[in-house]
């Protein structure tokens, strides 16, 4: 949601979360990424059930791009299937992704 700042109609706590999100999956230079601020205003939107529901949904989303830069899945084949037909170009790995390692 790459303007989720820019509709009017979002009410705060349809702005906090994105905001929450964006500050949490984006690297900072100064080390902090949800300031403090930035945590009491979504708090002030969501109960602390809610704001931890809300914590866990971002992290649990956010684990499928370490899947993906692991895994490397392609869309209709199996995790397990690591075939050598095709590979990524220029890469050298076999289909699938990552070479296979030996035993």
Same mark, same amino acid.
């Given at each position: 949601?790459?303007?989720?700042?820019?509709?009017?109609?979002?009410?705060?706590?349809?702005?906090? @979360?994105? /905001? =929450? *999100?964006?500050?949490?999956?984006?690297?900072?230079?100064?080390?902090? $990424?949800? %300031?403090?601020?930035?945590? +009491?205003?979504?708090?002030?939107?969501?109960?602390?059930?809610?704001?931890?529901?809300?914590?866990?949904?971002?992290?649990?989303?956010?684990?499928?791009? @370490?899947? /993906? =830069? *692991?895994?490397?899945?392609?869309?209709?084949?199996?995790?397990?299937? $690591?075939? %050598?037909?095709?590979?990524? +170009?220029?890469?050298?790995?076999?289909?699938?992704?990552?070479?296979?390692?030996?035993?």
């Amino acid at each position: 949601m790459a303007s989720w700042w820019d509709p009017p109609y979002l009410t705060g706590a349809e702005r906090a @979360a994105p /905001a =929450l *999100v964006e500050a949490g999956l984006q690297p900072s230079t100064d080390g902090e $990424r949800v %300031s403090d601020a930035l945590y +009491a205003r979504v708090a002030e939107h969501y109960g602390p059930k809610a704001l931890a529901t809300l914590v866990f949904t971002i992290g649990r989303v956010n684990s499928f791009t @370490a899947v /993906a =830069l *692991v895994a490397e899945p392609v869309s209709g084949r199996s995790f397990t299937d $690591r075939g %050598s037909e095709t590979g990524r +170009a220029g890469s050298g790995a076999p289909a699938g992704g990552r070479p296979a390692r030996a035993p």
